[in-house]
């Protein structure tokens, strides 16, 4: 078995739970998004965004009220679409700084991402989240500023989480062959990509779903249980 040598984690599921995202972070920006909009909307970045999603639906032309509507439904479809995460880490960004919520972390999760630095390991993040909305996640987490301990951010304009390619492009970008990473995910399908670039895996099963008795990724119920 090959060493280990650096981890890449998932979000949602993995590190946080999947409530926290769905229940705490999706409403908030569903509901502050027509009024961000309506206030940033001359800013270049969020132009450049709104212009992405409208592609991304195949408009031709439409109105900012039409690409804010389109935005509302993509929340509540959890589309996983690189213009709308960027934009929700932007309005993110405002209740994290107003003390609005922490990112939630499981338990063992900052002690465990220490203990793997303090052995040598390299730790990143992918995540749909946009890279902003992932440094603000950690940054601003339960468990305090946990930034020191990640050497990189990777999201979806590295590509889609459940394609191979993704996952190549990110071993290329540590610099390592891929059997010395190991990604830390909840979704199988994701967790199927980065073993098919070559990627070792662990799969996250959080209480109260049961370990699989047999399963396709090695099982943990939490980080204490990954011994990379
Ligand atoms: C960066 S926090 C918000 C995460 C998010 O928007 C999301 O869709 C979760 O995706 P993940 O890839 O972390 O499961
Ligand atoms: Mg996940």
Redo the contacts with the bound molecule.
């Keep these: 078995m090959s060493e280990i040598r650096a981890i890449v984690t998932?979000?949602?599921?993995?590190t946080s739970s999947i409530s926290f995202?769905r229940d705490v972070?999706f409403p908030y920006a569903r509901k502050r998004l027509p009024a961000f909009i309506e206030t940033h909307g001359d800013r270049s970045e969020v132009q450049h965004w709104l212009h992405e999603a409208a592609k991304e639906a195949g408009y031709v032309e439409a109105t900012r009220q039409e690409v804010v509507e389109l935005l509302l439904r993509w929340i509540d479809e959890?589309r996983?679409s690189t213009a709308l995460?960027a934009l929700?880490?932007m309005i993110?960004q405002e209740g994290y700084e107003a003390g609005d919520y922490q990112?939630h972390m499981y338990p063992e999760v900052a002690a465990r991402l220490r203990a793997w630095r303090a052995d040598g390991l390299r730790l990143y993040v992918?995540?749909?989240?946009?890279v902003p909305?992932?440094k603000?996640?950690f940054g601003y987490s339960e468990a305090g500023d946990l930034t020191p301990l990640f050497a990189g951010y990777f999201d979806t304009e590295t590509g889609p989480?459940r394609e191979r390619a993704s996952y190549e492009r990110i071993a290329d970008a540590i610099g390592e062959q891929p059997e010395h990473l190991l990604f830390l995910s909840?979704?199988v399908e994701e967790l199927d990509a980065a073993r098919a670039a070559g990627f070792r895996t662990a799969w996250l099963v959080r209480p109260p779903h049961p370990l699989p008795a047999q399963s396709q990724h090695p099982a943990f119920a939490d980080f204490d249980a990954i011994a990379p």
Excluded: M
Aim: aromatic share 12%.
């Design positions: 998932d979000i949602e599921g993995t995202v972070l959890d996983k995460k929700q880490g993110w990112a992918y995540s749909s989240g946009s909305a992932q603000l996640f989480k909840d979704i």
